[in-house]
């Protein structure tokens, strides 16, 4: 052992990189306390592995010896060297606590600073006594992050001594409130409204920071005044602080505490701030709904920057008027630009109120694309013939984008009025055109009955194929055309055929998937394997165990297999446990799979057995994450 350890220690000098990175990760496993300097050493290394492989080596010892010798470190000309030593004394977490305690007390500013930080970020009680005696340090750029990191730890303690230290610079008193406002007591919260009656930019920048952490509804007035009386020095600020506050209240208390404040400086700072204050203070007015005029939130409708639109529109959404008037003059001015019109189409189709169709209705005819596009979104439900009607031309639109909204806006309106229409579109050359067809048709059919073919459980191109061969929305003619279908020369529409009548009526297709499971074709047998093992029947179970009892290819054992354990009946497991003893790997896997999913003490015995006899790497990985599973399930 010591001569390993050692060996390894000497390789940290070795020429070769993988041997160096060798040595720093053996160092790490064997928990060699002798190997602390080394590895030290080692995170100077010029390969960046090395460094990485002796810092975690470093934190696995853990030790106070560890820290004691990383903290060297802290000293060096390499920024990427100090900032892993710091991260290890993170890492170490209590066990470097009396090590940076200790390092409070250096003479180097630097380092007492790297202590303070690094205490801040374990948050550990311990740390606090140091950490309250470094606020007196000389050098204020400690003292500073002594104060920030008594505000990360959060002692109500702390509250005295950080008040002592707001009379010291106007850099450290900004510090000290951010850390009344981390700690956030009542006590604190004073001492910040307080601090806003100073006028020096950076203590205000700090009263506005320190109420956002403190999170208090109390905080309100006091940035709304911040906000009235400097807005474009601090507007940008005080918006996010009041958004994070708002945030994070709700309920009664918030609605009453709000009704009282002047929304003046908020409008003022959403009609001329700087695009992100713009955008904030907008969503901020989501709070106030019950005082925000409808027109105000109107103009921003035109505004240059489309996220400041949508967050108006947002905002109008929730406030939802019953008095529509101000979209409809938009839409009707000849003087409103297209972004507004847009806009306005869009909250109509999103508020559906009664008579917002009318106004929609008109834009499909649009000679600007934006507009036909916007007005086929904001469609809703019922619509009438006329607008059937209009949405079937548009279909045959030589624009694809118009062909492919139309076809989305069907797959929202779920009209059955469109099916035939939609079918035909499945044989489209561009692909955007037929992927939208086949959304919208799959939404028709799932609107007339939930447990419909051709949904969710096929792929795309048997969905297609199945649309093309059973266009119709007659569930008895539906029936017999699938019956219809299962002698077709296709077997791509004969493995369809056998799984939509599963999923239509799994109990009087059986006679029909016992005729596929003899079918000639793989794609075919498959197809109804899967079909039985979707339906927990007695009659699919038992169509399954004497279908997987008779057969001997190892695809339809492995499909069989899996079609049982997803049944899940502990019964099928007598039929399946032949099958561990399966040569074909994925057939084996499968089993296991199966018994892992039907669960239960014979299915954990008969796969502890394999466990003891099993040799395949691959196997033994499924079978010890399935024994792990079972173990618990069967004991619990």
Request: aromatic share 4%.
């Amino acid at each position: 052992m010591e001569q390993e350890v050692a060996q390894f220690i000497a390789d940290l000098k070795h020429p070769d990189e993988y041997q160096r990175l060798s040595a720093a990760e053996n160092l790490g496993d064997m928990r060699a306390g002798e190997a602390v300097d080394p590895l030290v050493q080692a995170l100077e290394d010029p390969a960046r592995s090395v460094m990485e492989a002796a810092s975690e080596s470093l934190v696995t010892i853990g030790t106070e010896k560890v820290a004691e010798a990383t903290t060297q470190l802290l000293e060096s000309d390499d920024p990427t060297v100090r900032s892993e030593a710091a991260s290890i004394l993170v890492q170490l977490d209590e066990t470097a606590v009396p090590t940076l305690n200790r390092l409070l007390s250096d003479k180097d500013h630097d380092l007492r600073q790297y202590a303070v930080d690094a205490l801040a970020e374990i948050n550990s009680p311990r740390a606090i006594p140091s950490v309250l005696r470094a606020l007196d340090d000389p050098n204020e750029n400690v003292a500073a992050a002594a104060a920030e990191a008594l505000g990360k730890l959060g002692n109500e303690e702390a509250i005295q001594p950080i008040l002592r230290q707001l009379n010291r610079s106007h850099w450290m008193r900004g510090a000290c409130l951010r850390a009344l406002g981390a700690i956030g007591t009542e006590e604190a919260l004073n001492a910040i409204l307080e601090a806003a009656k100073d006028s020096e930019p950076v203590v205000l920048f700090s009263v506005i920071q320190a109420l956002a952490k403190a999170d208090s509804l109390k905080g309100i007035p006091t940035l709304i005044k911040i906000l009235e009386k400097e807005p474009e020095t601090y507007g940008e600020e005080a918006i996010i602080a009041l958004k994070i506050i708002l945030h994070h209240h709700s309920g009664d208390s918030k609605s009453s505490y709000l009704q009282d404040v002047s929304l003046e400086p908020i409008y003022d700072a959403a009609r001329s701030g700087n695009v992100d204050t713009r955008l904030n203070a907008i969503k901020l007015l989501s709070n106030f709904l019950q005082q925000i005029p409808f027109s105000f939130l109107v103009q921003f409708y035109s505004d240059p920057e489309a996220a400041v639109r949508r967050s108006a529109l947002n905002v109008v959404v929730q406030l939802a008027p019953t008095d529509t008037t101000p979209l409809v003059e938009i839409l009707q001015s000849t003087q409103s630009p297209m972004e507004a019109k847009a806009g306005a189409l869009d909250t109509l189709g999103r508020l559906k109120h009664p008579n917002s169709l009318q106004h929609i209705v008109p834009f499909l005819d649009s000679d600007d694309i934006t507009l036909q596009r916007v007005a086929l979104n904001a469609l809703f439900p019922p619509i009438d013939q006329a607008v059937c009607d209009k949405m079937k031309e548009l279909l045959n639109s030589p624009i694809t984008e118009i062909q492919v909204h139309t076809l989305m806006a069907i797959e929202r309106l779920q009209d059955m009025e469109f099916f035939e229409q939609v079918i035909q579109m499945l044989n489209d050359d561009d692909i955007d055109v037929v992927d939208a067809a086949d959304a919208a048709l799959v939404a028709i059919v799932e609107k007339i009955n939930p447990h419909y073919p051709f949904l969710a459980c096929f792929s795309q191109d048997e969905r297609r194929k199945a649309f093309q061969h059973f266009n119709t929305g007659n569930a008895d003619a539906i029936s017999a055309q699938l019956v219809e279908a299962l002698e077709h020369k296709d077997e791509a529409i004969r493995s369809i055929a056998i799984k939509a009548l599963a999923n239509t009526n799994p109990i009087e297709s059986l006679p029909m998937i016992r005729k596929a499971l003899e079918d000639p074709e793989k794609t075919v047998v498959i197809a109804a394997i899967a079909a039985c093992g979707c339906v927990n029947s007695p009659e699919t179970r038992s169509l399954l165990e004497e279908f997987l009892v008779n057969t001997a290819n190892p695809h339809y054992i492995t499909e069989a297999v899996l079609a049982l354990g997803h049944i899940g009946q502990s019964s099928s497991i007598s039929c399946i446990l032949p099958h561990l003893k399966h040569p074909d790997t994925y057939t084996k896997l499968a089993t296991i799979e199966a018994l892992q999913t039907i669960g239960g003490s014979q299915a954990l015995k008969a796969l502890q057995e394999l466990y003891l006899e099993e040799v395949d790497p691959e196997v033994i990985d499924v079978l010890e994450q399935a024994l792990e599973v079972l173990e618990e399930t069967v004991e619990a």
